[in-house]
Nanobody
């Protein structure tokens, strides 16, 4: 099983990025997909989760208002659209998959990608 996150980069404050997660080795429609991030010196935290049934979880109302999570099961892909990015959003972003449940508890996830760097700076 492999997950590969991509789409990160350097963006100015207020800008947008669309992260992608390519999944291989499993049928994504059997899994919930989560996005996590880890800033330097901090623990990895959940950002958003999209269940196989379409239910969504966000870490905070602030993220819910700026980030959109969606998936394309036919392509085995998941996405995180991030708008109004701020310097505090700077982190390595990871996608992950967990069977059946929807959660932002990172310890419950079965599979992880390698991460993509997002840097928000002027």
């Amino acid at each position: 099983v492999q997950l590969q996150a991509s789409g990160g980069g350097l963006v100015q404050p207020g800008g947008s990025l669309n992260l992608s997660c390519a999944v291989s080795g499993v049928a994504l429609d059997r899994y919930s997909v989560g996005w996590f991030r880890q800033a330097p010196g901090k623990e990895r935290e959940g950002v958003a989760c999209l269940s196989r049934h379409g239910g969504k979880l966000f870490n905070s109302d602030l993220m819910k208002g700026r980030f959109t999570i969606h998936r394309d099961n036919a392509k085995n892909m998941a996405y995180l659209q991030m708008n109004s990015l701020q310097p505090e959003d700077t982190a390595v972003y990871f996608c992950a998959a967990v069977r059946e449940i929807a959660t932002l508890n990172k310890s419950l996830y079965d599979y992880w990608g390698q991460g993509t760097q997002v840097t928000v700076s002027s």
